[in-house]
Every structure is written in C-alpha cells, then in structure tokens.
C-alpha cells in the first residue's frame, strides 16, 4: 500500500533522516523501533505532511503520492495520532472528535448526527466513560488521548499512525485500543505503531523496522527476534551493558 524510498530530511548539519526505504503493506501492524533522535518522529511528520523530505520518494497505492501538507494526506486517507495529545481545549469532546471534518461552507456531519457519530467513533475503543458535552481540556490525559484518537478512527483511515499513543493509557483502554488496531488491520488498513514496549511490539507487530541514529537498519517478520536481539538492533551499547550486569 506504502512505501518510502530513500527518504532523508536534514536540519542544517542534523541529519534526521537518512536514505530510508521500506515498504509497508495494506492489512498489517508495523511496528517502528528506535531510541530517542533515531527518526522516528521525523518520518512520522513526513508521512503526515507536517514536514517535506529533502529527498526520496513516497509511493501509495504504486503511485507516486505528491501531497505537500496535512490536508492533503488527510484526504488520501492518512490519519495521525501524536504522542503530543492535540485538542481544542475549550471545545466539547463531540467537536473535537469531529474537528477537521466541516468545511468551510459545508458541515462533514449532519447537526443532528453530530452526538452520535461520536458516541460510536468512541465506542470502538474507549473503556473509559467520555461526556461528550464536556471541554475537552477538563478532562485527565489519558481521556483526552481516547478523544484524539477518535477524531482519527471517524474517518475511516486507510493508514493510521499511531505514535506512543498508549503510554497515558490504563490497562483496559490499553487492551481494548490493541483490539481495535487488530480490528482495523484484518479489514484492510494499514496501521504504523510506534511503541518503546516490547510486550506491545510482540503482541501486536505483524512487521518490525528499526531505525538507529536516522537510518532504516532493519526491517522483518514479526516474531523472527528476539526482544534482546530488536534491543541490541535499536542500541547495541545498552544491549552490551545490560548483557554484562
């Protein structure tokens, strides 16, 4: 479905990114693993449109994909969930979860639908009870991440991002947002999951790529490494240290 050829994305002498290729396939979890300042952020903001590569290519659906900004990934199908928890603080939750759908003239969902179609997007995943009435912003983090990540699945995302998104999250949301990528997944879209757990890496990956210092230095099956062997792929100074304690 997606694939990235010999991307690179410099910042004056900071290489961020460097000739990543890999590809990703429609139906599956794909998991990217990396230390802090290994690239994972900067192909995420390339993949949302946030930022434009100094060079490589992007190809969706075997074609050349040329959108240069966030509303044009959103468009082709792209959805994008940051490890920053973005929100309209003092707009309720029903808005938030539907920001970006009206345009300018037009609404994306009918007044008297509005409640509804929140309600459902939420349903999907959240243990959690969420008053749609409420402000966004009073609600605790964890409940506003389930907010954000329900503006995501309301569009019915053909590749959806997912960037540390379960770290504020309790061990019932948790597992029932790991049901829904599963969900997602078996009915064709591709999810991009980006997670520092190995329990999530093995429990959830179809794929694995690893970037280290802004390189793409792995990509495989799930389940072929070990997590000591991902470890030592991701930091082989850490692996050796904790190998000698």
């Known amino acids: 479905m997606l694939e990235i050829e010999g ?16 590809s ?17 952020s900067t192909l995420v903001k390339i993949l949302s449109g946030i ?14 994909f040329a959108a240069s900004n966030p509303a044009g990934f959103q468009r082709a199908g792209f959805a994008t969930v940051f490890q920053e928890i973005l929100i309209a603080p003092d707009r309720n939750v029903t808005d938030n979860i539907l920001l970006g ?6 609404r994306g969902v009918a007044r008297d639908s ?22 966004a912003g009073s609600l605790p983090l964890a409940a ?34 790991f049901r829904l990528m599963r969900e997602m997944a078996d009915a ?10 190995m329990d999530e890496v093995k429990a959830l990956s179809d794929r694995i790529s690893i970037l280290r210092g802004g390189r793409l230095v792995r990509t495989e099956e799930a389940g072929i490494s070990s997590s000591e062997e991902l470890l030592a792929a991701m930091a082989p100074r850490m692996a050796e240290d904790l190998s000698h304690e």
């Open 101 to 106: 759908l009206d345009g300018l003239w037009t």
């Open 51 to 64: 930022v434009a590569q100094d060079e490589g290519v992007v190809r969706f659906d075997g074609a050349r």
């Open 7 to 22: 991307l690179s994305k410099r910042y004056g002498e900071t290489v961020a990114l460097s000739d990543a290729t890999v």
């Open 114 to 135: 509005r409640r509804e179609t929140a309600a459902n997007a939420l349903s999907r995943f959240a243990v959690t009870d969420i008053p749609l009435d409420a402000p």
């Open 144 to 177: 506003q991440q389930l907010v954000v990540l329900a503006r995501a699945v309301v569009r019915r995302p053909r590749v959806l991002i997912l960037d540390e998104v379960t770290a504020a999250l309790d061990f019932g949301d948790r597992q029932s947002v």
């Open 24 to 40: 990703f396939r429609a139906g599956t979890i794909h998991t990217i693993l990396g230390e802090n300042g290994s690239g994972k």
């Open 188 to 197: 064709g879209s591709l999810l991009i999951f980006i997670t520092h757990r």
